[in-house]
């Protein structure tokens, strides 16, 4: 009766087998040597043979989570309305930014055919009142910034320095004429803006050390100096220019205007950071402003401050963007890429990188959040700004670094993204205010000293 079962069950397994399978299978392996070691293994090692034959062929079933560096889920916090916006941006920008920013970014080039569809989205100037702006909470400012440099921090750095910075200038220093001029066409990106703060000589000393000067001649300005780094320059229609007038020494902003004779921009060229950004040299010699172009209620560096404050919360939302990039392309690649014959994602040390970073990631997202929260409740100061700039460019440069080092030599090759963010993240590292001059303001702030030269 014994043998009867046994050849029964021959029988019945010979007909579940393929046997045009089982020939391409003999022809590469050795069949009954596999079948002896089968045979030699207990209970518990066949069980787990079995498990992992079956979940390796039910791979295409295996349900991972979902790519997403908003692990707290912080957009939850943000109203329906909010929310659409947020993934009208997010799907701009993977529709038709992230297939071009490679090649754009190599060649050092601006993809001005994204104008338009930019300012179809309609979120130019987000957080101001009038003048055809959204009217925004400031949160938005900051979703915004976060979701373009997510994808390219260069295109996020265009946008923020028309959205931001120059129209910025003239929404806190321009008269109601000026407002009424330039910030409808502005938000509408029909003109585009930059913004001229930073000397080939003075960077972080520009408060007290300007060297761009004007001087009043009748009903006109003389300009005279040089602008560095200034971003948008080459293209922008409008220029805002920040000058110390030569009898008083207090800073003055003037909108220069494209063409203006004595105004000229170089382009800046072999940057390693931020290629895509165009940014320039400006020359001014006996540049001649019209009275009527100085900004109004610009009357010294602290109304220049006051643009900075609010555009610097602004970078810190834009670097948890590249640090959220860079985070997010790293487990992708993670999870595709195999060594040893299965996802490296599966590797201990591969999951401690990926958390060290996510944390990072997450402690950054939480402060802009409140940071913003902040700014909307008209609380925001200096230091909130720079503690929130310090503390997210260095965790930026560590996310980046990690997301590299998990991609191995493949994190420096630009196909992948994550080498395009590495070097973007060294720019966010040092404008809008080094670490070492944020770190006095906010050390100022908390001691009660000032530790600046």
């Known amino acids: 009766m014994k043998l009867f079962t046994k050849i029964k069950s021959i029988i019945n397994l010979m007909k579940e087998v393929d046997f045009e399978d089982l020939g391409r299978i003999s022809e590469k392996i050795d069949l009954p040597k596999i079948m002896k070691t089968v045979g030699e293994l207990d209970d518990k090692q066949l069980d787990g043979l079995m498990k992992m034959l079956t979940e390796k062929s039910k791979k295409g079933q295996h349900q991972l989570p979902p790519i997403d560096g908003d692990f707290y889920d912080l957009d939850l916090k943000l109203t329906q309305e909010q929310r659409a916006i947020q993934m009208k941006v997010r799907n701009f920008m993977q529709d038709e930014v992230e297939p071009i920013a490679n090649d754009y970014w190599k060649k050092a080039q601006f993809p001005m055919e994204i104008i338009p569809k930019l300012a ?37 750095t265009f946008f923020g320095v028309h959205s931001g910075l120059a129209m910025g200038s003239i929404y806190l220093c321009g ?3 000026q407002k009424e001029e330039w910030l409808p066409k502005m938000q509408k990106m029909e003109l585009i803006g930059a913004f001229g703060l930073t000397e080939p000589n003075v960077g972080s000393a520009v408060a007290g050390g300007m060297e761009t000067t004007c001087k009043l001649e009748g009903e006109e300005w003389i300009l005279n100096g040089q602008k560095k780094w200034i971003g948008n320059a080459t293209f922008a229609d409008v220029t805002i220019i920040w000058a110390r007038e030569e009898t008083s020494n207090k800073v003055k902003g003037f909108l220069v205007r494209k063409d203006t004779p004595g105004f000229t921009t170089e382009k800046m060229e072999d940057k390693m950071a931020l290629r895509t950004v165009q940014n320039a040299i400006i020359t001014l010699e006996n540049c001649r402003i019209a009275e009527k172009d100085r900004l109004q209620n610009a009357n010294s560096f602290r109304d220049t401050a006051k643009v900075l404050r609010m555009t610097r919360a602004g970078v810190a939302w834009q670097a948890v963007g590249c640090a959220r990039g860079a985070y997010e392309n790293a487990l992708k690649y993670t999870k595709k890429r195999e060594q040893f014959g299965k996802p490296i994602a599966s590797f201990q040390l591969v999951q401690n990188h990926l958390v060290e970073m996510l944390s990072n990631l997450t402690a950054m997202k939480t402060m802009v959040y409140r940071l913003s929260e902040l700014q909307d409740q008209g609380l925001l100061t200096d230091e909130h700004a720079s503690l929130a700039k310090v503390f997210c460019s260095l965790r930026t440069r560590d996310v980046v670094s990690q997301a590299r080092e998990v991609m191995g030599g493949n994190g420096i090759l630009l196909e992948y993204n994550v080498a395009r963010f590495v070097a973007d993240a060294e720019a966010i590292y040092s404008y809008e205010g080094t670490k070492e001059i944020n770190t006095l303001i906010v050390g100022r702030a908390i001691t009660g000293y000032s530790a600046f030269v």
């Open 175 to 177: 008269s109601e004429e």
């Open 120 to 156: 179809a989205l309609n979120i130019c100037g987000v957080a101001y009142k009038g003048y055809g702006c959204p009217d925004l909470p400031f949160i938005m400012e900051g979703i915004i910034a976060e979701e373009l440099a997510r994808v390219d921090v260069s295109v996020s």
